[in-house]
């Protein structure tokens, strides 16, 4: 038993030995390195390279503001992308006002004439008529002159007749009536002034006569005459008026 122990033990010692002598040919062991407690470990950084994705930048718009400094940029204003909500249309507001009054369109004047003037023919200078101051009385002014041609002619051509009342030299009343031409021809050259007119003239008058002058005009109307004293349009003259004439009006009380 103790011969079979030593034959493995030399066996085991040359192993060792063919090893060992395999290993120090080629390779020299180097102690592992002792270090000290206090050193301060080796600390490796590896860097690590990142490439960023590129990145679009819009840039925003700027204005310089009046007075601000050259070469100072002011801040920029993002300009909001969103489009904001119409406005709600308001309804129409209703009108408070009135209606204007319609006008009339003025009249043209009527082309300028030259027809000449007239003679009085009827009643004489200074002839007496009546009237009363409490009411008309009987008599009437029958006026006649000589028309500005012996047949008829334009319709827009005739006479105004003016008439003015006259105590002393104190104005009491006047009046103006129109009557066409064409119609003074056809009632045998003459208009009758009414008792209502001749009161109307006088009455006003505390004294007991008045003075009642009269005078007879061509005239030219863009309307028309109504021969009931009036004419519509624009009127204008065709030539100087006629020769003044008196009647004396005689105020009864009664």
């Known amino acids: ?9 030399v066996w085991l010692g040359a192993l060792a030995w063919a090893l060992s002598a395999c290993g120090s040919g080629n390779t ?3 102690p592992p390195p002792t270090r000290n407690a206090t050193q301060t470990p080796w600390i490796i950084y590896v860097p690590v390279t990142t490439t960023p994705e590129p990145a679009t930048v819009t840039p925003f718009p700027t204005v310089d503001s009046p007075g601000s400094n050259p070469g100072v940029r002011p801040t920029a204003t993002r300009t909001p992308t969103r489009a904001s909500a119409p406005a709600a249309a308001k309804p129409a507001a209703t009108a408070t006002r009135p209606p204007a009054a319609a ?3 003025p009249t043209a004047a009527p082309v300028a004439c030259n027809l000449g003037s007239v003679t009085l023919v009827f009643p004489d200078n200074n002839a007496p008529r009546k009237t009363k101051r409490s009411a008309p009385a009987s008599d009437t002014f029958d006026l006649r002159w000589t028309p500005y041609q012996p047949g008829e002619g334009d319709a827009q051509v005739g006479y105004r007749i003016d008439l003015e009342s006259k105590s002393g030299s104190k104005v009491i009343n006047s009046d103006s009536v129109f009557v066409s031409h064409n119609w003074f021809i056809q009632n045998n050259q003459r208009f009758i002034y009414d008792a209502q007119r001749i009161h109307n003239l006088a009455a006003p008058s505390s004294n007991d006569e ?33 020769e003044l004439r008196v009647i004396r009006v005689e105020i009864l009380d009664q």
């Open 1 to 9: 038993m103790k011969v079979k122990n030593l034959t493995w033990l």
């Open 28 to 30: 020299t062991v180097t």
């Open 103 to 105: 006008t009339t369109a």
């Open 210 to 242: 008045v003075s009642v002058t009269w005078k007879v005009t061509v005239v030219k109307t863009t309307g028309s005459f109504d021969n009931q004293s009036r004419a519509s349009g624009n009127v204008i003259p065709c030539g100087a008026a006629s």
